[in-house]
């Protein structure tokens, strides 16, 4: 079974950066795409940036232009560089497969926080 773990979360002052790691223990994984999704208290799990071997890049609106999705396929790690972050990025963070429909995936990793405050 895959498994995903994320870091790199934390608190940081709105305007400020922050880039989350994600480790997927199959690297075939990061071949044919992967995202990062969050999480909100009170909200559903949103996708918010994927890659993949067809269709390139793709970002939710509301962070295109300040978040940037990546890979190092050799360390099998994605990575989402996270600048000017807003007080309504805070959320938990997750990694997974590229999936219009969050509610079929059934594996997550632990997922990290970011809280963004004055």
């Known amino acids: 079974q895959v498994q995903f773990v994320e870091s790199g979360g934390g608190l940081v002052q709105p305007g400020g950066s922050l880039r989350l790691s994600c480790v997927v223990s199959?690297?075939?994984?990061?071949?044919?795409?992967m995202a990062w999704y969050r999480q909100a208290p009170g909200k559903r799990r949103e996708l918010i940036a994927s890659?993949?071997?067809?269709?390139?890049?793709r970002y939710k609106e509301s962070v295109r232009g300040r978040f940037t999705i990546s890979s190092d396929n050799a360390k099998n790690t994605v990575y989402l560089q996270m600048n000017n972050l807003k007080v309504e990025d805070s959320a938990v963070y997750y990694c997974?497969?590229?999936?219009?429909?969050?509610?079929?995936?059934?594996?997550w990793g632990q997922g990290t926080q970011v809280t963004v405050s004055s």
């Open positions: 997974n497969v590229p999936s219009g429909n969050v509610d079929s995936i059934l594996v």
């Open positions: 890659y993949t071997k067809g269709e390139g890049t």
């Open positions: 199959r690297g075939d994984y990061l071949f044919f795409g």
